[in-house]
């Protein structure tokens, strides 16, 4: 088996883009700032991807499954491996911001920061049944399309609907 050349590995051309990009913002600063839209389109494409990409393969796993109490017990160790590692990642972000101590030095006045900057965020009301609600939509097309916030448990509600439903209908099709 011929293996490929190292520069047509994708991550590869990922990493020599991201060196590209900065010794492009270092030494070309204008011409750097330039491009700040095109930046932005990938932002926007790779956001856009991210929501049908999550659908198809939630709905593809859970209708690939033949017993539907294994799609619980893979779901109990995804749940599982979700709290390991936001524990994990929780408690490196701890040890970082004591070690680093990140803003140190700043010396900012809290009387001269602007309230209206984080009023749409703390004007949102705050209960516990907030995320369940917002995991439900007014329609059941997917949410990617109804949504410009790229809201992901709408999205993974209606997968696991779909995917266990037809998850369902081939294993009565298989009696």
Same mark, same amino acid.
């Given at each position: 088996?011929?293996?490929?050349?190292?520069?047509?590995?994708?991550?590869?051309?990922?990493?020599?883009?991201?060196?590209?990009g900065v010794l492009l913002?270092?030494?070309?600063?204008?011409?750097?700032?330039?491009?700040?839209?095109?930046?932005?389109?990938?932002?926007?494409?790779?956001?856009?991807?991210?929501? =049908? #990409?999550?659908? $198809? &393969?939630?709905?593809?796993?859970?209708?690939?499954? *033949?017993?539907? /109490?294994?799609?619980?017990?893979?779901?109990?160790?995804?749940?599982?491996?979700?709290?390991?590692?936001?524990t994990v990642a929780l408690?490196?972000?701890?040890?970082?911001?004591?070690?680093?101590?990140?803003?140190?030095?700043?010396?900012?006045?809290?009387?001269?920061?602007?309230?209206?900057?984080?009023?749409g965020y703390a004007a949102?009301?705050?209960?516990?049944?907030?995320? =369940? #609600?917002?995991? $439900? &939509?007014?329609?059941?097309?997917?949410?990617?399309? *109804?949504?410009? /916030?790229?809201?992901?448990?709408?999205?993974?509600?209606?997968?696991?609907?779909?995917?266990?439903?037809?998850?369902?209908?081939?294993?009565?099709?298989?009696?």
């Amino acid at each position: 088996m011929k293996r490929k050349p190292f520069y047509r590995i994708l991550y590869v051309q990922v990493i020599a883009a991201i060196f590209a990009g900065v010794l492009l913002g270092h030494f070309l600063p204008v011409d750097g700032l330039a491009m700040k839209s095109l930046g932005d389109a990938f932002i926007k494409l790779v956001r856009m991807i991210i929501s =049908p #990409v999550i659908f $198809c &393969t939630v709905v593809t796993g859970i209708a690939s499954m *033949h017993d539907m /109490r294994k799609v619980g017990c893979v779901g109990d160790k995804a749940l599982l491996y979700f709290e390991i590692v936001s524990t994990v990642a929780l408690a490196i972000g701890l040890l970082a911001a004591h070690v680093l101590q990140s803003g140190k030095g700043f010396n900012v006045d809290p009387s001269t920061l602007d309230a209206n900057a984080v009023s749409g965020y703390a004007a949102r009301p705050r209960t516990a049944n907030g995320w =369940p #609600v917002s995991s $439900c &939509t007014s329609s059941p097309t997917p949410s990617w399309v *109804h949504s410009r /916030r790229g809201d992901i448990l709408p999205v993974l509600l209606i997968a696991m609907l779909f995917g266990s439903a037809l998850a369902v209908m081939a294993n009565r099709r298989s009696r």
